[in-house]
């Protein structure tokens, strides 16, 4: 399956999960599977999404590149949706903007291994950093159920695995570069299927277990 | 007598302004985005996220010195007693997408 179909096949996956997600809870519960399955899907779409978008930066392709960014923000709206489904419009938008910072802070990276400026890539590892503690306090303020120094962790495990890709992308080393990836994107299975134990564990009566 | 004293009080500037008013800090968010109050009144913000947030009046672009408060973990509190009708906007300096704004009606003598 080549990366844009594998790409188009989850986001429909997302799209679906999220219509549910969204429908008043009164309506239907939602099994905590398929909370779990559509968090996994979003999550580990961001990977491939922020990779073809850094690779595309790197190669120097702008259109590509233009396109890559569009689809990244557009997965980075449906899980802020989906956070909102949850927690409400105004945690969805806070999440968006601290998850837009992040995707941010990886662009800043990307160009300062484009440009070789070691000064721009450590600014922008540091700044990673800091914000994975900002993104742990967000979900153990929405939910008790999530420590946040174990998600600030495993966020910086993220961009730690996404940093590797885009170091072996810009050195054309793209044995390294797919292997990384697909390191990366499995690792988001840490972060989804936690999140949605404890959204379930939170909400049991809106997500039921099958 | 009791009348004098409260006349007196009143002119002043005594007059009680009634209870605090509270914003919560949330998920990154500030509780009340938009409040009115009475002159007088303070305003109490109470951090309930485990991170640094400040409550700084303006906008990212232009702080205006206003008031400035560091809500440095859960659990923290800063308050502001706002005794000048206006609109009093608000940020936090480490996520500038959190905003709100105090707006701050004159008293009305009688008001509690």
């Known amino acids: 399956m080549s990366l844009m179909s594998r790409i188009g096949s989850g986001a429909a996956v997302l799209a679906a999960a ?10 239907q519960t939602m099994a905590a599977s398929d909370l779990r399955t559509a968090l996994n899907t979003g999550l580990a779409e961001h990977v491939w999404l922020a990779a073809a978008t850094t690779e595309a930066a790197l190669g120097g392709r702008s259109g590509e590149f233009k396109d890559a960014a569009a ?3 557009a997965n980075s709206v449906a899980l802020s949706q989906a956070i909102g489904s949850v927690y409400g419009h105004g945690a969805g938008t806070a999440f968006l903007e601290l998850w837009r910072k992040h995707i941010g802070f990886f662009v800043d990276y990307t160009n300062g291994v484009a440009k070789k400026d070691k000064a721009a890539q450590d600014k922008a590892v540091k700044d990673l950093m800091g914000y994975a503690e900002d993104f742990g306090a967000f979900l153990a303020s929405a939910n008790p159920n999530l420590p946040k120094d174990v998600v600030a962790g495993l966020v910086r495990d993220h961009a730690v695995g996404l940093k590797a890709v885009v170091d072996a992308q810009a050195a054309g080393d793209w044995p390294t570069a797919y292997a990384k990836l697909r390191e990366a994107a499995a690792h988001m299975q840490m972060i989804a299927d936690p999140l949605a ?5 939170q909400f049991p009566e809106k997500y039921a277990m099958k | ?12 500037g005594w007059e009680a302004a009634g209870p605090p008013a509270a914003v919560e800090v949330h998920t990154f968010q500030f509780s009340q985005p938009s409040l009115e109050v009475a002159a007088g009144t303070e305003v109490v913000w109470s951090n309930r996220d485990a991170i640094e947030h400040t409550v700084t009046s303006g906008a990212p672009d232009s702080a205006d010195g206003v008031f400035a408060g560091r809500l440095a973990d859960s659990g923290a509190v800063f308050r502001h007693r706002f005794d000048r009708p206006g609109r009093y906007r ?11 704004e105090i707006r701050v009606v004159p008293h009305t003598h009688g008001e509690s």
Do not use: V
């Open chain 2, 1 to 12: 007598m009791q009348q004098a004293w409260l006349a007196l009080a009143l002119c002043a």
């Open chain 1, 197 to 201: 134990g404890a959204i379930a564990k």
């Open chain 1, 71 to 73: 689809a990244l923000d």
């Open chain 1, 18 to 27: 999220l219509t549910l997600m969204s429908a008043p809870a009164s309506a």
């Open chain 2, 90 to 100: 608000y940020f936090c300096e480490r996520h500038h997408f959190m905003r709100g």
